[in-house]
């Protein structure tokens, strides 16, 4: 059995957008297995199990992942998360995965394969909505996709806000107003808020919107009535339904499901598009099992770190 207790070390993030691409086309195509993820609630967070199984890649296996939005304030991440991956013939644990680093790419790289296909423009402005280590993910992923010609970023904290920008020396990066970042071309929502933030009149025609925080259920971002005008396309809609953008929306009669324009997947096999250059976009991830299992064949790819004998105990 091999442990990664730094896998995401050197990883190319490009070659990550390739494969969390491919898996998303996996998906369109039906050619994975993959329940909804299911959450336990704790009292200053919950955590969730995410099982999924990739024939192409031959590869299975289940993450188990918390959220916990005040952990930095204890100096620890929000998110962290481990994933083990089973011999596909017998079932036995071969593989133990750190992924606290993975998850942050995993969900950069979805970002960016939703920019990459739904994005307006293949030059643009990104604004960010949040500073943290999602938003940089994105920044990291979508630039790799997307020539950013310059990033607004917006955090409740000013000084967080200008301390994201000096990670980024090579790109015109600036702190902004929440109503001047959802002027930018791409807008990416990366916050673990329950009451809308972004406003239906910030929204001009042509913006897509990458809409990462909602994750679980009670979470939501953008004003319902953004998704009214836009064309909603989802990672995967029985989590989208559940514990998306869309979930607080639909609970409340704003938003129906027959709506969704389709998946992401979708999108990448071509089934699906972004229809004219006017028209709104919104990408509502909630972070799919199968991004876990793709990311982690590229670590498996690139070599190992700790092998552990737990025979024994098997």
């Known amino acids: 059995m091999w442990y990664y207790s730094n896998p995401a070390s050197g990883l190319d993030i490009s070659e990550v957008n390739d494969a969390i691409e491919e898996a998303f086309a996996e998906h369109g195509r039906g050619n994975v297995q993959m329940p909804p993820k299911l959450y336990v609630h704790l009292e200053h967070g919950d955590f969730r199990t995410m099982p999924a199984y990739i024939p192409s890649l031959d590869i299975a296996g289940v993450k188990i992942v918390n959220v916990h939005p005040e952990n930095p304030g204890i100096g620890l991440p929000t998110v962290m998360a481990l994933t083990v991956l089973l011999d596909i013939d ?160 639909i609970s409340q009669g704003l938003y129906h499901q027959d709506r969704i324009k389709g998946t992401l997947g979708e999108v990448v096999i071509g089934k699906k598009k972004r229809e004219s250059r006017d028209e709104i976009t919104v990408f509502d991830s909630t972070g799919l099992a199968i991004q876990d299992l793709a990311i982690a064949k590229v670590v498996i790819r690139k070599g190992g770190d700790i092998e552990l004998d737990f025979s024994s105990g098997i």
């Not at 995967?236 to 559940?242: E, G, I």
């Open 90 to 249: 017998t079932g036995r644990p071969e593989t133990i995965l750190n992924a606290t680093e993975l998850t942050n790419m995993r969900t950069g790289a979805a970002g960016a394969v939703a920019a990459k296909y739904l994005a307006p423009t293949s030059h643009a402005t990104l604004g960010l909505v949040g500073s943290g280590r999602q938003a940089m993910a994105q920044v990291n992923a979508i630039s790799r996709e997307i020539h950013v010609e310059k990033v607004l970023v917006w955090s409740r904290n000013e000084k967080n806000a200008a301390d994201f920008c000096r990670n980024f020396p090579d790109i015109d990066c600036t702190p902004a107003e929440l109503s001047r970042v959802c002027e930018a071309d791409i807008v990416v929502t990366t916050t673990p808020t329950r009451k809308p933030m972004i406003k239906d009149e910030w929204i001009g025609e042509g913006t897509h919107i990458n809409a990462i925080g909602a994750d679980a259920p009670g979470k939501q971002e953008l004003d319902p009535a953004i998704l009214a005008r836009a064309e909603v396309f989802v990672d995967d809609p029985a989590q989208a339904v559940h514990s998306g953008e869309i979930n607080v929306p």
